[in-house]
């Protein structure tokens, strides 16, 4: 792909996906947009193992705009990071097709692992604010990843995970990232169990009204 026509690309894609961009001009200043050129270049060099110059380059990039991509991890089509910082993604990271991250995300390694130590993240998949993926499993097309959540094992393709640590709380459940950026209504298990606990206490207490009735 030539550097025209990846410019114009990475401007479609924020444009896109981030309803307070007005103008191709003020794409020019996002982070994610610096973070990216600074990411393709970077990754070329790494390639060509010139290794001293990807990270250099990477580094300029990362004091801009606070978003740490290293050089040899593998980025598909459409990816996009909203406000951004503090996103780091490590060294063996591979990214699928359109897959957004917001601000905190974390693609890391849980120090355990030698060789492929960071996560596969498939087509689709959107990663809420502050959440951490840890390790070198897949998470799965097509799924979501709720804000804060830390992730430590494999999530299947179009399922839903939240808490510390992260579980799936919903499968086949399919919404493509360009069509659902929601990232704030996700499934709370832990109020739902709450709920059946509060349904069932309800339940028993008016049994017990009951029975007292009956025996009174």
Known sequence: MGF????????????ERDPAIHSSW???????????????????????KHYFLARWISQR????TGIEIHPGAKIGKGF????????????????????TLYQ?????????EQGKRHPTIGDNVMISAGAKVLGSFTIGENSKIGA?????????????????????????????????LDHVHLPDPVKEELQLLRKANADLAERVLQLEKHFS
């Open 4 to 15: 025209i026509k990846s410019l114009k690309e990475e401007i479609n894609i924020i444009r």
């Open 26 to 48: 003020e794409v020019l200043l996002y982070p994610s947009f610096k973070a990216m050129l600074h990411y393709r270049t970077a990754h070329k060099l790494y390639e060509k």
């Open 61 to 64: 990039a990362v004091r801009k």
């Open 80 to 99: 996009f990071i909203d406000h951004g910082h503090g996103v780091i993604i490590g060294e063996t990271t591979i990214i699928g097709d359109n897959v």
């Open 104 to 112: 905190g995300v974390t693609l890391g390694g849980n120090g355990k």
């Open 148 to 180: 804060g959540s830390v992730v430590l094992a494999e999530v299947p393709p179009n399922s839903t995970v939240v808490g510390v640590p992260g579980r799936v709380v919903r499968r086949n459940n399919q919404v493509l990232p360009r069509e659902e």
